[in-house]
């Protein structure tokens, strides 16, 4: 073969390395696909106006919006907040909302170590002694107890029973149901130095969980 021949074959096999280096160069300067990562959100709750809950999802892990409510003027059902009461306690720092139709009684005598000690009580027959109170007790946690310590010393392996986790109002508890005379639907938050202990007593044919519920959406912390 003459050198006519030879070089053409040389130019060629140099412009296809070429090219081929040049794609390889483009190939590695495109940024690596990385698949998204996968989050796994904490498994609480958060108790909206409606008596309904929301918990964390997404991206971010964030609550979604509750669902609204619109209630009529005329309306008196407790889905309608409109003319609740508010107890505001500045000592102790924290206030709720109420339905204006519900008695409160605070606890004024013998009240053990309550820091506060109240009761909520709907319309009932006097007669009745069966129905549904809402409780609200704060007391000091002068011996720096667990929500789960807290819980078997007010009933035995209290720390045993199911827990859902729940965020009041940026602050995180734990809602159980108690056994006893009555089942209590409880909500448990620690706070600085302070246990709240926020319960209704359910019995059959009640119907003041959803109240109590709308009551746990109206909880502020004001310190």
Same mark, same amino acid.
């Given at each position: 073969?003459?050198?006519?021949?030879?070089?053409?074959?040389?130019?060629?096999?140099?412009?296809?390395?070429?090219?081929?280096?040049?794609?390889?160069?483009?190939?590695?300067?495109?940024?690596?696909?990385?698949?998204?990562?996968?989050?796994?959100?904490?498994?609480?709750?958060?108790?909206?106006?409606?008596?309904?809950?929301?918990?964390?999802?997404?991206?971010?892990?964030?609550?979604?919006?509750?669902?609204?409510?619109?209630?009529?003027?005329?309306?008196?059902?407790?889905?309608?907040?409109?003319?609740?009461?508010?107890?505001?306690?500045?000592?102790?720092?924290?206030?709720?909302?109420? %339905?204006?139709?519900?008695?409160?009684?605070?606890?004024? !005598?013998?009240? =053990?170590?309550?820091?506060? *000690? +109240?009761? /909520?009580?709907?319309?009932?027959?006097?007669?009745?002694?069966?129905?549904?109170?809402?409780?609200?007790?704060?007391?000091?946690?002068?011996?720096?107890?667990?929500?789960?310590?807290?819980?078997?010393?007010?009933?035995?392996?209290?720390?045993?029973?199911?827990?859902?986790?729940?965020?009041?109002?940026?602050?995180?508890?734990?809602?159980?149901?108690? %056994?006893?005379?009555?089942?209590?639907?409880?909500?448990? !938050?620690?706070? =600085?130095?302070?246990?709240? *202990? +926020?319960? /209704?007593?359910?019995?059959?044919?009640?119907?003041?969980?959803?109240?109590?519920?709308?009551?746990?959406?109206?909880?502020?912390?004001?310190?």
């Amino acid at each position: 073969m003459n050198s006519r021949g030879v070089v053409p074959i040389i130019v060629v096999a140099i412009l296809a390395l070429a090219l081929t280096g040049l794609g390889l160069f483009i190939y590695l300067q495109k940024p690596a696909f990385i698949p998204p990562k996968q989050v796994a959100c904490t498994q609480e709750a958060k108790i909206c106006p409606d008596g309904t809950s929301v918990g964390r999802s997404g991206p971010n892990c964030e609550f979604p919006a509750c669902p609204a409510i619109k209630p009529s003027p005329e309306s008196t059902s407790s889905a309608d907040m409109t003319n609740w009461k508010t107890y505001t306690n500045q000592n102790l720092g924290y206030s709720f909302r109420y %339905p204006f139709m519900y008695s409160l009684v605070a606890c004024t !005598i013998d009240c =053990g170590q309550m820091l506060d *000690d +109240l009761t /909520l009580s709907p319309p009932h027959d006097q007669a009745n002694i069966h129905y549904e109170n809402i409780f609200i007790n704060v007391s000091a946690n002068s011996t720096g107890k667990t929500i789960n310590s807290y819980l078997d010393g007010v009933v035995m392996d209290g720390n045993k029973i199911p827990k859902t986790q729940i965020i009041i109002d940026g602050q995180q508890g734990v809602r159980v149901n108690l %056994p006893g005379e009555f089942d209590y639907d409880t909500v448990i !938050i620690i706070k =600085g130095n302070k246990i709240f *202990d +926020l319960r /209704l007593n359910k019995v059959t044919g009640g119907s003041e969980e959803l109240t109590f519920s709308q009551i746990l959406s109206t909880f502020k912390f004001i310190q």
